[in-house]
């Protein structure tokens, strides 16, 4: 079956870097967008970044734009998302989910399908 697994949260004090991992199986990765997501507590869920299967096209949220880079490897099945120069608002739980329906990761909120379980980031001194 399907299944998205992210690793590599934790705790970092500002200014810090973390690489996390979303490892995929039971289906072909690149085949598939993927997506970053992150939820704080109290607030909605917001996409942070996306990667095409191809890695043609890769979106970020300007939030995080110029500290975080997402890339995919499509033979370890494995997407990345490192983040640089963390912040503590950018604390929050962070999964990774398959786009499908949409290509180019255009709109790619809209059209996830399977999500992982999450991984808790936390920015703090």
């Known amino acids: 079956q399907v299944q998205l697994v992210e690793s590599g949260g934790g705790l970092v004090q500002p200014g810090g870097s973390l690489r996390l991992s979303c490892a995929a199986s039971?289906?072909?990765?690149?085949?598939?967008?993927i997506g970053w997501f992150r939820q704080a507590p109290g607030k909605e869920r917001e996409g942070v970044s996306c990667?095409?299967?191809?890695?043609?096209?890769?979106n970020y949220a300007d939030s995080v734009k110029g500290r975080f880079t997402i890339s995919r490897d499509n033979a370890k099945k494995t997407v990345y998302l490192q983040m640089n120069s963390l912040k503590p608002e950018d604390t929050a739980v962070y999964y990774c989910?398959?786009?499908?329906?949409?290509?180019?990761?255009?709109?790619?909120?809209?059209?996830?399908?399977?999500w992982g379980q999450g991984t808790q980031v936390t920015v703090s001194s």
């Open positions: 990667i095409s299967s191809s890695t043609g096209s890769i």
């Open positions: 989910a398959r786009i499908s329906g949409s290509k180019w990761c255009i709109n790619y909120e809209r059209w996830t399908d399977f």
């Open positions: 039971g289906f072909g990765l690149n085949y598939y967008d």
